[in-house]
Structures are given as structure tokens and as C-alpha cells.
């Protein structure tokens, strides 16, 4: 019998664990904090900076919603980041992607603190994790693990095949995984041999930004199937794994929505709580 991997379900305890911890946190006089900046004025982007400024505060964390205007200049940017990395009331920093057309991105997440980059968003993020040297891991990466942990479903001794090679998700899960028990594929769309490397995978993450890209055919039997995919038609969310004919093929799969898109706000929260416990050490 195929398992639904419910993130709804597992961000819903989440927020009991997380509220524990913020309440013990403050306990100690640590108010846990998150700055998000916002640049420019995107209706999506504000929407969801929304979302994760109300989910922090129901399990108490602060947030602190920093706005600039689209056509802000790269250094300001960069200079409302280096400040909020130097004050210790902020935990976690946040840079809410993808930034208006003419700002440098890579110098404005550069500039966060890797202590309170939450997001796993600068270089020095990802260098560590290849590294193996620690660091916040991206909340998509997270929330993977943190499903398959939660359904104890293996994660080591299998082999993972990520479809798409985005900085948030698919190369920072290629390095936390060299550093794992696990052979590891990465690929996209472009890829003349992907239909062959997703018949291969016992775990299969799909991030391809296409409807339904990933059929029955293209899935071995009994692969775990994690489906990263948001692409919006006509005011619907639809995944990029045709859910319904694939669920009978794998031994576990996600659905869209209420996969891993309820945990990415969880996992963000989560850092942030560890940056302002180890802010006091």
C-alpha cells in the first residue's frame, strides 16, 4: 500500500514542538527573532513573506518585515542585510526570492551572517554543507529529511535521483548527500538521458517545473517519490508528478499541494529558533 507523505499533517505537530521551544526560549529572556526583507512589491512574494511573519508569531517568534523598494539599488540592499546581521536582537536573517529585475542578488545574501543565514540562502551556506561542516540547511532540503524522517522511511543506502539543479534545492541536496551513505544523480530537464536516470532512483525528487512531467513509465517500482513541483494554472497548484497514476507505482509519494510545501515554513522557523539558542552561547 502506497503512503502519502501528509507535510500538513507533520507541520501541524511541528507547530506544538516549535512552540514549546520558542515558550522555553523566552523563558530565559531569549526573544527568538526573524528579519525578512522584501524587495520591490510582487503579490505572491508579499503574500507569502505574510505567511511566514503570521506562522512565526502563532508559535512565538517575532518577525520583522524589512521592505525596500523594487527599485532599490544593490548596495542598499546589501546594507540593510550587514545591519541586521550586526544586531543581536535578530536571530535569522531572510532575503524573500526572487528579488525585482536589476538588483545583484548574489552580494545582498553574501552579506548575511552564515550564524543567522535560516535560509541556507549565501555561499558560504553552501560551502559548508559540502563541506560537511554544518550550517542551516535550505528549508525545500530540509523538509525532505524531515518527512522521510518522520514516515521513517531510510534516507542512507539508497540512491537519489534530484531532477533539477536549482541553487535552493537540487545542489544543496546533492552536497548534503555526498556527505551521506547515499549514490546521488542530479539532472534537469535538458538532460537527453532523464527518463532514464528517474527509472533508476529509489528515491526520486522532482523539481522541474512542469504539470505533471513525471509519469507512471518514468518510476521504478516501490521508488519513494518526493515531488517538488508549484506551478499554478487557472487559480489551481498542480505538482510535477502525476500524482494519480504514480501513487500505485510507489511505495511513498507527496502530494501538491500538502506535500513538503506545508514544512518549508516549519524548517524556517526551526533554524531560527537554533540560531537564538546558540546566539547565547
Avoid at 546589501?78 to 532575503?95: Q, Y
Wanted: glycine share 10%; hydrophobic share 45%.
Amino acid at each position: 500500500m502506497t503512503v502519502i507523505l501528509d507535510g500538513s499533517l507533520i507541520a501541524s505537530r511541528m507547530a506544538e514542538e516549535l512552540r514549546g521551544w520558542a515558550s522555553s526560549l523566552r523563558g530565559r529572556g531569549i526573544i527568538p527573532t526573524l528579519a525578512i526583507i522584501l524587495v520591490g512589491e510582487d503579490r505572491a512574494s508579499r503574500r507569502y513573506v505574510e505567511l511566514k511573519a503570521r506562522r512565526c508569531m502563532e508559535v512565538g517568534v517575532d518577525a520583522r518585515i524589512h521592505n525596500l523598494p523594487a527599485e532599490a539599488p544593490t548596495e542598499e540592499a546589501v546594507e540593510l542585510v550587514e545591519g541586521l546581521g550586526r544586531d543581536p536582537s535578530i536571530h535569522g536573517v531572510m532575503v524573500q526570492l526572487p528579488l525585482p529585475e536589476g538588483l545583484d542578488e548574489l552580494p545582498i545574501v553574501e552579506a548575511i551572517p552564515p550564524e543567522k543565514d535560516v535560509d541556507g540562502l549565501s555561499p558560504t551556506t553552501l560551502g559548508r554543507i559540502l563541506m560537511g561542516r554544518g550550517g542551516f540547511i535550505p528549508a525545500g532540503v530540509e523538509a525532505i529529511m524531515e518527512l522521510l524522517k518522520r514516515y521513517e522511511i531510510p534516507s542512507t543506502g539508497r540512491h537519489w535521483v534530484i531532477a533539477g539543479r536549482s541553487r535552493v534545492l537540487g545542489k544543496p541536496l546533492a552536497a548534503l548527500l555526498a556527505n551521506m551513505d547515499c549514490a546521488a544523480t542530479i539532472c534537469d530537464r535538458e538532460d537527453p538521458n532523464l527518463e532514464a536516470y528517474l527509472r533508476e532512483a529509489d528515491i526520486l525528487v522532482a523539481d522541474l517545473g512542469k504539470r505533471w512531467y513525471v509519469r507512471e513509465d518514468m518510476v521504478k517500482e516501490s521508488a519513494v517519490v518526493i515531488d517538488m513541483g508549484n506551478n499554478y494554472e487557472a487559480g489551481r497548484v498542480y505538482g510535477d508528478v502525476d500524482f494519480e497514476r504514480v501513487k500505485g507505482r510507489a511505495s511513498a509519494i507527496t502530494p501538491v499541494p500538502g506535500g513538503v510545501g506545508p514544512l518549508l515554513i516549519s524548517m524556517l522557523i526551526r533554524n531560527t529558533l537554533k540560531a537564538a539558542e546558540r546566539s547565547r552561547i
